[in-house]
């Protein structure tokens, strides 16, 4: 028997028999194939089970007492049109089960039946619920405030990221945000401001790496007329325009030495002198500085200064890439997916399959950027041609499920390698419960011992 897909395990299977030893043996078949299998005695007992946007499939014979099948897939198609579910009939009651196929019901399946007949179109079953589960999310995203769903993700990183943004939002001090380009350093910026008691004052954004070094210092301190040539009139910098509110310096490690020197000036005594000036005036500043540098490294801080660093390093907030959190990808998606639906006017489409496979094995390197511009080409139809990922030898045999569990076996291998075996540091950066990390060792047959540190 192959591998069960691992995404069987997340969505239940509702068995529902009155005959206990047929419904325990199916049960038992059902988990070994790698199904949530629940066995439920009657009718009643599955609709106390199951509600609107129940995340399952259900399976039910036909002939029980009290309520019998067909009764009970009408039932659940009047609760949730779009729940799967499969009919188990007799040769005599094939006529109903048909009827049933033409009022909506999934499949029906005729007695005698093999485990293989009834994994197989389980299989589909749990991959259209899936799918249509996605797709109400999609819609429910698509009208919610945009604020609401900056910086989603169930990862341990994100979620004490979003903590520790409320917490510092009211404090004022400085800032420095690390992360790869494409992370959404300006989205914590945002946040920072937008949270706290400064956000009916100014956000100033400014991209040290965007300006020649010309003029990033008249841009950051201003000037006053006659400065130098070509300064006819007085300029508000950017710092001194910020006063009350906030200002965010994107790409620090590209400003200048010279300016360098003065912003720390500025950090320091919470003043700034205009150019062509001597007079010092009061800003009330609060600095939130972005960096896709280590700039605590020297290799990587260069010329850098380091008491710069170090004043605006009281605080640091580090922004995980999509690598390190790829569970809170489809998460993100159908945030970007909505955003983009509402931008172009367009109803939110329903994924296929490339594109949930494109979500899974893409390798992201552009962070969120890169998963943006993707939706809004989904969101655009414009992914008719959408690459396929590189496959090889035994991953290119395999189904689609088959291929997502090697994907995830591959992922679990690859964090207890960076940690060398240590649980916690792995745990968090798969962002799973212990007890699931454990099942999927032991589904995967992956020995966490061999990966332990030795000294």
């Not at 007695?111 to 819609?139: F, Q």
């Not at 962070?367 to 991953?395: C, I, K, M, T």
Request: aromatic residues 6%; contains cysteine; hydrophobic residues 45%.
């Amino acid at each position: 028997m192959s591998a069960p897909a691992s995404d069987q395990s997340a969505i239940e299977v509702a068995f529902v028999d009155d005959d206990p030893d047929l419904r325990d043996a199916n049960a038992q078949a059902l988990r070994l194939a790698g199904f949530a299998a629940i066995p439920l005695a009657s009718a009643q007992a599955a609709l106390d089970r199951i509600g609107p946007d129940y995340a399952g499939v259900v399976v039910t014979d036909v002939r029980m007492p009290g309520m019998d099948g067909i009764a009970l897939f009408r039932r659940l198609r009047a609760l949730d049109a779009d729940i799967p579910v499969v009919v188990i009939s007799g040769h005599a009651d094939v006529a109903m089960a048909v009827e049933a196929m033409s009022e909506g019901a999934y499949d029906f399946i005729a007695k005698p039946y093999s485990t293989g007949r009834l994994v197989e179109t389980l299989r589909r079953a749990v991959e259209k619920r899936a799918l249509v589960l996605e797709n109400r999310r999609l819609r429910s995203l698509a009208s919610a405030p945009e604020e609401e769903t900056a910086l989603l993700g169930e990862a341990p990183a994100i979620v004490r990221l979003r903590q520790t943004i409320r917490d510092l939002a009211d404090v004022d001090v400085d800032v420095l945000v690390l992360g790869e380009t494409g992370t959404g350093k300006e989205v914590v910026a945002n946040l920072l401001h937008q949270q706290g008691r400064r956000r009916g004052r100014p956000f100033v954004a400014l991209n040290c790496g965007a300006l020649p070094e010309s003029v990033i210092e008249s841009e950051l301190f201003g000037y006053e007329a006659g400065a130098f040539t070509g300064a006819q009139k007085k300029r508000v910098g950017r710092i001194e325009h910020s006063s009350g509110g906030t200002l965010f310096l994107d790409e620090l490690e590209s400003m200048p030495p010279a300016a360098q020197v003065k912003l720390l000036r500025v950090l320091e005594g919470r003043e700034i002198s205009p150019l062509g000036s001597n007079e010092r005036r009061r800003v009330d500043l609060r600095v939130v500085a972005a960096s896709k540098l280590d700039l605590g490294d020297p290799a990587q801080r260069g010329d850098f200064r380091e008491d710069l660093f170090y004043r605006l390093n009281v605080v640091t907030l580090r922004i995980p890439p999509l690598r390190e959190r790829r569970r809170d990808v489809p998460l993100l998606f159908a945030q970007f997916l909505a955003r983009a639906a509402r931008k172009y006017g367009r109803g939110v489409p329903a994924l296929d399959r490339s594109v949930e496979r494109h979500l899974v094995e893409n390798a992201w390197t552009g962070n969120v950027r890169e998963l943006v511009h993707f939706a809004e080409r989904v969101a655009l139809g414009l992914v008719a041609d959408l690459p396929a990922a590189p496959v090889q030898g035994e991953v290119a045999a395999a189904s689609l499920p088959e291929r997502l569990n090697m994907i995830e076996a591959n992922l679990i291998r690859e964090a207890l390698e960076a940690n060398r075996g240590n649980v916690r540091a792995t745990l968090e950066m798969l962002g799973i419960p212990r007890k699931t990390f454990y099942d999927k060792l032991a589904r995967h047959g992956i020995d966490r011992a061999s990966y332990a540190a030795t000294e």
